[in-house]
C-alpha cells in the first residue's frame, strides 16, 4: 500500500510524503530562517517540531539542528541520523497518525504555505567542484572545438575531470542574474575587447550535497562514498550557480536507481509562457556521483559538510536531450525556434527553469524548479571602473 | 622620533608597534579562539581590551568582532574602522601611555607570551583564488613547457590569469602536509598509474586578504580595490596551502610601496638546520594586488570579507630569486646543493619554511614565518580503497 499522508497532495505534486526534500525558508513575517521539509504545497518548520518535542531517536533527540539557520550541522550528522529523521517525519505526517494531524495549533505552527515563505540557500557552501561526467556533453563539446578525432581526450576516460567553482556567487531559484562582462578577442590581430558576454548559455546539471566530510589526507573509498551523500539538487551553472532550493535525499531517490528525467524550458523576453527545449536524464552520465565523490578526494582533499560537487552538463545520446545552447544551437550555427522566436544564445529578459522528477507508483519524487532570468549588463556609465590594462607595476 | 612601546621589542622582531598584524589564537589553557595582535614576542588579546572598554572610537565602540572566533566581522568594517583600531592599540602601546603600561592586572590578562599560545587560521575563508602574476614565473614556466618562442601568451599581458583554489584545505604554518597521490602517465601508450607524488613542489606567493566585499553583478572599480584589502599573509601554495598566521595590514605595508623581500629556507629531511634556497621580492609582480582584486569582480564576480587572492609564485629575474622548485631545478634537470645534501623536488620529512620582511628604519614590517612539513603518502594498507576507473554507469 502506498504511503499517504494526512495533508491533501496533488499527485502531480513534486513533494508528496515519499520525497519530503529538505530546504531552508524565511516566513512574510519578519524571522529567523529555519529548516524545513515540504510536503505537497506546504513547508513543514523542522525547528517547531524539535521544539514540541516531537523527534525521540536517539539521533536527533539532544540535537539543535533544526534550530539553525542552514542545514550543515543536520548534513554533519550523518546517514543514521538522516534515516531516524525521515522515519520520524513520515509517521507525523502519515494519514493514521494523530500526534500532528489532530493538533490544530501545533499544525498552524508548523505548516506553512508555501506561497507565504522564501526559500533560501539552505546551505553555507563552503566549496564546490563541477565535473565534466557526461560522455556525451564531453564528445559534443569535443566536436565542436577540435573536431571528431580527437573529440574525448583519452585521459577523460581514466578520471572524472572537474573545475573548482567559485561558492560566493551561488544563488538560489528565482534570483535574477545579470549578464556579464568580460574581455573578448576577435579573430586576427586586433586588441582585445571589454563587453558584456555574447554566447551566455545555461547548463543543466544536478549537483550533490556533501554530508559528513572527510580529514585532509584521508581519501574516500568509492564503495563508502554514498554514506557521505546527503542528496541533489537542479543546478544551472551559467554566470552566476544558480541551485533548486529543495535537496532531495538519497534515500527518496534510492528506489529510482538515479533514473530522474530532468527538462529545460524557456520564457523568452517579453512574453509570458514557457517553452521545452531539451529532455534529459540524470542517468546519462558516465561517471557516478560516488565516482567524483571519491575522485574528489583521491589526492588527500578533505570535504566538509555541505560541499556541492555539480555533475558538469547533462546531455543525452538524441539532439533534443543536449543540456545546454552550446550543443543544442551547435555553437549558435543552428537557432532554436519555439513559440514565434528563435535563440542560438540567451538575450537579456530570457527566463530560464529547469525542473525535473523521478515516476514512483502514484505519485512523483521531484526536484521542484530551479530558474533565473537574465539581467542586461549593466550600462557603461553605471560602471565607472577603469578597465585593467596592461600596465608594469614594478 | 621612531614610535616605541613599553614592550621590550628585539629590533629584529617582525612585530615591532609599527606593524600590529592580526591573528587568532587559542589560550593553552582551554578556552575559546580571539583575535589579537602581535606586539614583540606576545599576542594582545583584543577580546580583553574590548572587554576593558578600551575602543572608544566610534566605530569599534559598540562592535563585538573581538568577541568572535575569527577576524571576518572585523574585515567587513572597512578601512576606517581599522585605522581606527591601529590608532587606539599604538597609543595604547606606546612607552608614554599608561593606561595598559601600568595595570598589572589588566597586562597579565592581555599580553600573553607568544610560546604558551596555539595560532589558527584566522578567517572563515569562503573562496580563495590564486593568481600567475609574476612575468619571471611565467616566462620561465612558458619556456620549460612550450620554449622560449611561446613562453608567454598574448592574452597574459592583457588579463591577470588565476584559477580557482580550494578553501577546504587552508591550513595554517606548521601544520603536516601528506604528500599525495593522483594518477601519472608514463610516456607511450602504457595504462595510467596511481601512486604518490613525484614532483612536489612549494610555491613562494603571498595572499590579498579582501576586507568588505561587494555585491554579485557589481564589479569594483581598480582605484577603489585598495578599499577592500585588508592585508598581506605568506602562502605557499603546494599540496593543501599554507598560511602564515598574522596578517600584516595594508597600512603597516604603506611607506615600504609593497617592497618586501622574501625567503624560503629549507629543513632536509633528518637534518636540524635550515638553509636558504631562494630570495625573492613582492615588487617582482607585474599585476599589482589592486589590479588581481578588480579583475577578479570584472565579471560581476562578488568578493566575501575574508577572501584571499594569492600572488602566484612570486619568481625574481635571476635564478637565485625563482620562488620554486620546478624553476629553481629547472623541473628537476639542476639538482639544488645545499647542506651535504641535494634536492630537485621536495622529499618527504622535508620542512620548508617562508618568512619575509619589509626593513623600516630602525624596525622591521615582518610577516613572520609560514612553513610546513611533508609526511609520506599513507601506506597502500591504509587507503585501503577501490581506485576509481573507467567503469561506465549508464
Given at each position: 500500500m502506498v504511503l499517504k499522508s494526512f495533508i491533501e497532495v496533488h499527485p502531480d505534486s513534486h513533494f508528496p510524503i515519499q520525497n519530503l526534500p529538505y530546504g531552508v525558508f524565511k516566513r512574510e513575517t519578519a524571522s529567523d530562517p529555519r529548516p524545513a521539509v515540504a510536503i505537497g504545497d506546504y513547508v513543514l518548520d523542522l525547528s517547531v517540531l524539535a521544539s514540541a518535542g516531537l523527534f525521540h531517536g536517539p539521533l536527533l533527540?539532544?540535537?539543535?539542528?533544526?534550530?539553525?539557520?542552514?542545514l550543515n550541522k543536520f548534513l554533519e550528522l550523518g546517514r543514521l541520523a538522516w534515516t531516524e529523521t525521515r522515519t520520524t517525519l513520515q509517521k507525523l505526517l502519515s494519514a493514521e497518525e494523530s500526534i500532528l494531524r489532530d493538533n490544530a495549533s501545533l499544525r498552524e505552527k508548523a505548516l506553512v504555505p508555501m506561497s507565504q515563505v522564501q526559500m533560501l540557500l539552505p546551505i553555507a557552501i563552503g566549496d564546490y567542484s563541477d565535473f565534466f561526467a557526461s560522455k556525451h556533453h564531453a564528445y559534443n563539446c569535443g566536436v565542436m572545438f577540435r573536431g571528431p578525432e580527437n573529440a574525448i581526450n583519452p585521459n577523460w576516460f581514466h578520471i572524472p575531470i572537474a573545475y573548482h567553482g567559485r561558492a560566493s556567487s551561488i544563488v538560489i531559484s528565482g534570483t535574477d542574474i545579470i549578464r556579464p562582462r568580460g574581455q573578448g578577442h576577435p579573430a586576427g590581430n586586433s586588441l582585445p575587447y571589454f563587453g558584456p558576454s555574447h554566447k551566455l548559455d545555461f547548463e543543466l546539471e544536478m549537483a550533490t550535497v556533501v554530508g559528513p566530510g572527510n580529514e585532509l589526507g584521508k581519501p574516500v573509498d568509492v564503495n563508502e562514498a554514498a554514506n557521505h551523500i546527503f542528496g541533489l539538487v537542479l543546478m544551472n551553472d551559467w554566470s552566476a550557480t544558480t541551485l533548486s532550493p529543495w535537496i532531495v535525499t538519497l534515500d527518496a531517490l534510492e528506489q529510482f536507481a538515479l533514473d530522474a528525467p530532468q527538462q529545460v524550458s524557456i520564457v523568452p523576453t517579453g512574453q509570458k509562457d514557457a517553452h521545452v527545449l531539451t529532455r534529459s536524464n540524470f542517468?546519462?552520465?558516465?561517471?557516478?556521483i560516488t565516482q567524483q565523490l571519491a575522485h574528489q578526494t583521491i589526492n588527500g582533499c578533505n570535504l566538509r559538510p555541505g560541499d556541492h560537487l555539480g555533475t558538469g552538463t547533462i546531455s543525452g545520446p538524441e539532439p533534443d536531450s543536449y543540456g545546454c545552447l552550446l550543443e543544442l544551437s551547435w555553437n549558435g550555427q543552428k537557432p532554436l525556434s519555439f513559440g514565434g522566436t528563435s535563440r542560438t544564445f540567451l538575450e537579456d529578459g530570457d527566463e530560464v527553469i529547469f525542473t525535473g522528477y523521478c515516476k514512483g507508483d502514484g505519485y512523483n519524487v521531484g526536484f521542484g524548479t530551479c530558474s533565473g532570468k537574465i539581467l542586461p549588463s549593466l550600462p557603461e556609465e553605471l560602471l565607472q571602473f577603469s578597465v585593467v590594462s596592461a600596465s608594469n607595476c614594478t
Open positions: 533527540s539532544n540535537s539543535d539542528c533544526f534550530n539553525k539557520s542552514n542517468r546519462h552520465l558516465y561517471w557516478t
